[in-house]
């Protein structure tokens, strides 16, 4: 390492030590001297600056192996940069609590419309599935970070599970279990309504559930994510819990009616465009491992316009519905009361597309918009029952 001995005569002292070069090696150093007289009473702060700027490019330089040492300015600039997020924060993000929505809306809209038609509602029931629903998706969450951490996508994801607790494995025996637990409920609720044909259903959203994210299937690594996810939230979950509230005997007669299956086309919708906004702040982890989420393959800018199609498409759906009386006309009412929430989710993924600090908060404007949507088709389905107790939806599939 090349080096000089510097003198620096200050009005109050002489300071003595060594200059390094930036072009030299720790380890195989060698030392050149020489003596210079320096009397400019800022010389101090300047080698100082220099010294940290060597500091910044020698850490650079370094394997990862190579640790800096504690009191290393440019380590603390970059460990400070990391530890920016509270705990409070990560905990909050890993267990994801807005996302539970997803268990929610389903169940309330299936339920609503099995009010709609039959006028019954059986509160036990609701919970034993509402408690079902949350098992499957911990079950969900928990695996998926699981199997990303196997991958290396979750590499940098500070929120994921196994990150947190430093324990693959106990992530994902806490994840079978809460399948297992969840698959009980399910079961219970199905044999004491005695209708196979939900059962059939939520097994089919749950297998969907797996082949998302489960090797060897991994579907999501191929862009198959979101048409899974409508299947199962929309379609095989909402009508499965429909049927399973019509209660006992009376639900095994219960018809599938244009009322649900359109009511669940609609949660399918927002239940996907949910999956399809987290991906946005994780473009570059993903096609670092090769998982070619829809995002990965056509970029920000033209997924900011999908979901500017995605919620238009939602609303004028629901106007072609309410033009074909296939929901009833609260919920036309209603859920278009919940266009501003939409807005706010084009414009917000319009805007901050780019930006991945700010984009991952599109999420969660997702499952706002998701919520009030769902609340709002649920709300409509039971007024309308409440006003016209003989305005039954006329079975489609008996």
């Known amino acids: 390492m090349g080096c000089g001995l510097h003198l620096h005569n200050t009005p109050n002292f002489t300071r003595v030590y060594p200059i390094v070069s930036l072009s030299g090696n720790l380890k195989t150093s060698s030392w050149c001297c020489g003596l210079h007289l320096h009397n400019t009473p800022d010389f101090n702060g300047t080698h100082i600056r220099r010294l940290k700027l060597y500091r ?10 190579i640790k800096s040492q504690p009191d290393d300015p440019a380590t603390i600039s970059v460990h400070a940069h990391e530890d920016e997020i509270p705990k409070a924060t990560l ?9 539970y929505s997803v268990a929610l809306v389903p169940l309330t809209v299936g339920t609503a419309a099995a009010y709609l038609q039959t006028g019954l509602f059986k509160a036990k029931q609701y919970v034993l599935l509402l408690a079902s629903s949350v098992l499957i998706i911990t079950w969900l969450n928990l695996s998926n970070d699981v199997y990303d951490f196997d991958t290396g996508a979750d590499i940098n994801k500070k929120e994921s599970v196994v990150n947190m607790i430093s324990s693959r494995s106990m992530t994902l ?4 279990v809460f399948l297992g637990l969840g698959c009980m409920g399910i079961l219970w609720a199905s044999m004491e309504a005695g209708n196979v044909r939900s059962t059939l259903l939520l097994a089919s959203a749950i297998t969907c559930g797996y082949i998302y994210q489960c090797p060897p299937f991994r579907l999501s690594y191929h862009g198959l994510g979101e048409p ?8 095989f979950a909402t009508t499965a819990f429909y049927l399973l509230q019509g209660g006992g005997i009376r639900a095994e007669m219960l018809p599938i009616t244009t009322t649900i299956l359109s009511a669940s086309l609609l949660v399918g919708i927002t239940t996907s465009l949910i999956l399809f906004c987290s991906h946005f702040h994780q473009i570059a982890g993903d096609k670092a491992v090769g998982k070619f989420s829809p995002l990965v393959r056509i970029g920000t800018e033209t997924g900011s316009n999908v979901v ?3 919620v238009i498409s939602l609303y004028s759906l629901l106007v072609l519905l309410g033009i074909c ?3 009833p006309i609260t919920s036309i009412f209603l859920c278009a009361l919940t266009v501003p929430m939409g807005r706010i989710v084009v414009s917000f993924v319009e805007d901050n597309h780019q930006d991945k600090t700010k984009i991952f908060m599109a999420k969660y ?8 949507f769902g609340a709002a088709l649920a709300v409509g389905m039971v007024a309308a029952r409440i006003i016209t107790r003989n305005n039954v ?6």
């Open 56 to 65: 910044e490019r020698r850490r650079r330089s370094q394997p990862t192996s």
């Open 91 to 99: 905990v909050w993000r890993a267990i994801k609590l807005p996302i």
């Open 173 to 176: 025996t806490a994840a079978l």
């Open 228 to 235: 899974l996810c409508f299947a199962a939230f929309g379609p």
């Open 308 to 310: 500017k199609v995605a």
């Open 325 to 327: 009386k296939a929901l």
């Open 365 to 372: 404007f997702c499952v706002r918009l998701h919520g009030l």
């Open 393 to 398: 939806p006329q079975p489609l599939i008996s």
